[in-house]
């Protein structure tokens, strides 16, 4: 019997997110009240993105800073404003578990393009514009992008990210491809994400030189 590639992918999603929440449910309990302890409420940050077909939805992370800002009113430096806690649940990807509930929501697919941010957040990122295919699926909790980037230890040229977000939205993924994309960014989890820590320093970087 023929299972269109949309009803496959989807049930992939929910049966893949549900089982991953049953299993990170006692560690989500704790970032949660860490978090809470280290930064109060709220405890989850959220951001406008492009989902698919353009529709915009509501990313969740746990929240790695806090909310500080200058006598004038702007919010402190990325390098002031982020706790230790919240470095640790970044080197890991831990800040990024609740976004299963947005792949149960519908909002992201477990492999696909990286959710890109919506304008006035980011309107350096008006990749879409020019690449308007990455809309045909929904964005990815895992993507080709951030695989090749923590291989290579390294933030891949535009030309290159672009590439891959391209493919991941156009590709029909196999439950086979899918498992091998998700082993290869389990390591993340071990602290050893030396692009994110890279990322890290250079923010921390630039905040000291302004």
Known sequence: MYIPAAMKNRVF???????????AAIPMAFLYAATKVNMGSPVIFRQ????MDGEL?????????KNEFNSAGNPLPDSERVTSFGKFMR???????????????GDMSIIGAR???????????LVVTRYPEILN????????RKVEEISRKETLPFSESDALDVRDANKDWSIIESFNLIVKILPVISGRNQHERSRI?????????Q
């Open 91 to 105: 080197l890991r990807g831990l800040d990024e578990l609740p976004q299963f509930f947005n792949v149960i929501n």
């Open 48 to 51: 406008k993105r492009i989902g």
């Open 115 to 125: 959710p890109r941010a919506h304008p006035p957040i980011n309107t350096d990122d």
């Open 137 to 144: 699926a929904r964005p990815g909790l895992v993507s080709s």
């Open 201 to 209: 320093v250079e923010v921390e970087e630039l905040d000291c030189d």
């Open 13 to 23: 999603d929910l049966v893949f997110a549900s089982a991953a929440l049953v299993v």
């Open 57 to 65: 939805f509501d990313i969740y992370k746990f929240r790695s800073m």
